[in-house]
């Protein structure tokens, strides 16, 4: 199972940027029961969990990104995506997209976003 994010880049404070994450090597069947998620982590600091959501698409985010950011998915595409807006320079980090299917757990490489004020 691979897991491929895309979407990073550079943009000024309160810019938007979307992410994306394709999962490949995964049937059908478990990925449409998965759940999904975002993380990131900056320089010197844990990763956290931005985003994450059901196989329902039932959506929970950390404090911090209420309001601004939406996390979604494609069952069809095997796709999820997070779309960043009013990003802040707090927001800089590499993210990376998550996904698990109760039994095992995969991470794809990280995209990076850097937001400057």
């Known amino acids: 199972v691979q897991l491929q994010a895309s979407g990073g880049g550079s943009v000024q404070a309160g810019g938007s940027l979307k992410l994306s994450c394709v999962t490949s090597g995964m049937i059908w069947s478990t990925f449409r029961f998965s759940r999904m998620g975002w993380y990131r982590q900056a320089p010197g600091k844990q990763r956290e969990m931005v985003a994450d959501?059901?196989?329902?698409?039932?959506?929970n985010y950390q404090d911090s990104v209420k309001g601004r950011f939406t996390i979604s998915r494609d069952n069809a595409k095997k796709k999820m995506y997070l779309q960043m807006n009013r990003l802040d320079p707090e927001d800089t980090a590499v993210y990376y997209c998550?996904?698990?299917?109760?039994?095992?757990?995969?991470w794809g490489e990280g995209t990076q976003v850097t937001v400057s004020s």
């Open positions: 959501i059901t196989s329902d698409g039932d959506a």
């Open positions: 998550n996904i698990g299917t109760g039994s095992y757990e995969y």
